[in-house]
């Protein structure tokens, strides 16, 4: 499951990273930019669920199917 930052503070929450652990890297890298270093109180990393792509992502996705489609049409004849 992705993991993102949440700063309440702030109120901002990162992107979802894969890892927690580049969420964790996140939060750290927004405490020595904003707090200097300190922890804001209620900060978290968060599990979120994975989000399905949108319809840009799958126009692209559809795109290399049909090409890795098309090849492989071309290479059998
Ligand atoms: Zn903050």
Sequence with gaps: MPHLYS????????????????????????????????????ETIQEVPYQLPDTAQLRILAAIVAVVLFALIIKAF
Excluded: F, K, N, T
């Design 7 to 42: 700063c309440p503070v702030c109120r901002i929450e990162s992107r979802p990273y894969a890892l927690e652990e580049a969420a964790q890297r996140q939060g750290q890298r927004h405490r020595d930019e904003r707090h200097g270093g300190d922890h804001p109180h209620g």
